[in-house]
């Protein structure tokens, strides 16, 4: 038989009840031609629609739904590439007839073109899995692309669940129940820590409401913890100003009480420097504020006169170790 063209591939169309014999296609060019091996004719002619050589033929058998009641129809598709990056799906009907059938009445073999893909690429090969869910392209450039169907043609339809509807305490509910696989990896949530009142304030950018209620756990740590951080967000200012008296006697407390002391004395004497700053125009105003500002000043003078007797008996230490270590100079330059 002659083609009319170089022929680039052959594909054997498979023998029906009424065919004994095969039908082979031919792709030469960009037509496809089906022949009748034992009598040499060509049986039908397939609309490729392509317009570089064809390169690629394969048959596809697959099965469809019919509908929900499970029912399944068996078909077949011939695909064609080329040379322009064409996939070209055609329909297979009527095998059993034309020339060469024990069915005279029956029409000829017929390849409608149903649809086509685009690839980048001339394509060179094709090859479908055996269940006919992946099809896979080989290019000219070398890279071979795999297309695979989103859902699996054939396969029994699950069916679904039926959802709660939103806002219904089913919804709410949903998944609760749901068990894990085997080879599930579960991770158990741990319950989080509640953040303290002055924590949640910070969050929310209060600091002067978050240094009241540290003041109001009557922790000297807590207080700290929250003055060390404003100060880190230089907010100090921020939640030390705009106070009244209520709101001002506890910080005053605090501060007076803790100053002296040295694990605390580098924050506390910043505060109490800003607390002067702030409150000292109105100072005289309140008996009560008055009194604590009075303690505070107390404590700062009774601090710095200890710290004055400590240096004086540093000075005096340095003498003494200065005198010894000129003795014992002169007692080594005498031996």
Known sequence: VDH???VEALLVLPATTTRPAPLVASAGGTSVKVWDVLTGTC???VPTRHSKTITSLILVNAVRDVDETGAQRKFRRLITGGLDGLL???GVE???GGEGSSDASAPPPQFPYLHGIYTPNPITALAVSPDSARLVIGTSNGMVAVRQRTKLMGQPKKKRKAHPKPGTYSYFTRGADAEADADDHVVVEGRRRRLRAYDAMMRMFRYGDALDEALGTRDPEAVMAVLEELGRRRGLSHALSNR????????LAFVARYVARPRYAPVLVG???MLCDIYGPVVGQ?????EYFEKLRRHVSEECRVQKKLLRLVGQIDALMYAAEVQAASEAQEE
């Open 4 to 6: 009319g063209s170089p």
């Open 43 to 45: 049986v039908a002619e």
């Open 88 to 90: 070209r799906i055609h």
């Open 94 to 96: 009527n095998l059993e």
């Open 244 to 251: 009244d008296e209520e709101t001002l006697e506890p910080l």
């Open 271 to 273: 505060v109490a420097g």
């Open 286 to 290: 309140s008996e009560v504020i008055d």
